[in-house]
């Protein structure tokens, strides 16, 4: 057996014994007992979900927490936010039945928002969530204050885990830069930088109802305007429906 071989067998083998790791982890997980009474309690989009629907939104959160570690930092981790940080991630996914975060493993939960001298890379380090970067590039900060607040008022347009896991899909293509290009066609690249830069510029001359928060950077604009969409989708409709078309096209394309 030449090297080469061996090494690929070993490599072929890791792969192996590593998915059969992770589907153990999913099979062995268990949703805490109350999940859907509080996922009928806190998350519209559930509710508005048919059976089967539920069902599987319910699956998909069991696959997500099963791999991904929520832990408190000085502050406890109760099943609420468990459940609530996943149902975020996977409402922006949902349209994509195959699709998981493959790249992150844990979720800080820290008590307050950061300060501005958190020393850690990364996304929005001085605000209410982060995602990491360099050494934290699979980990992600939320604050359990905003998390609360982003389901107490599911309606407001506000969502620091819609926000921050849109970004986590921005960054899955290798760049966090406001293009996330898993979820735009070829054709579709070009007509939403173009989009991004229009809205960006209107906010600018303020002549846009847009949170000026997206105005920071096509990463931000990006973001902001993703918990807009999920949050106040008739409105994002009748105000700026080009944007809610393209946004329409990337979170729920025709299958
Ligand atoms: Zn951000």
Known sequence: MTISLIVAVVIIAALLYS????KKQIQNYQLPVKTR???????????????????????????????????????????LDRILIAA???????????????????ILLYKDSFSTDFSTDGIDRNVLGMV????????????KPSLRASFK?????Q?????????????????VDGVPEYLLSHPQVRPWIEMVHEQISRMKRGRSDINMYGAT?????????????????????????????????MFHPVK
């Open 19 to 22: 998915y059969a790791k992770r």
């Open 37 to 79: 009474d509080l996922l009928a309690a806190h998350v519209p989009f559930y509710n508005d979900l048919d059976s089967r629907g539920k069902q599987q939104f319910e699956d998909r959160i069991k696959d997500f927490l099963a791999t991904t570690n929520v832990r408190g930092v000085d502050v406890a981790v109760e099943d």
């Open 88 to 106: 975020g991630a996977i409402m922006l996914i949902f349209s994509f039945p195959d699709w998981k975060y493959n790249n992150i493993s844990e």
């Open 132 to 143: 990491g970067d360099g050494a934290m590039h699979r980990q992600m900060i939320l604050s």
């Open 153 to 157: 008022n599911p309606v407001d347009g």
């Open 159 to 175: 969502n620091t885990i819609i926000h921050e896991f849109a970004h986590l899909i921005d960054k899955a293509d290798g760049a």
């Open 217 to 249: 950077n096509d990463a931000e604009f990006f973001a902001v305007v993703a918990e807009a969409f999920f949050e106040q989708p008739e409105k994002m409709k009748s105000r700026h429906p080009e944007l809610y078309a393209l946004l329409d096209e």
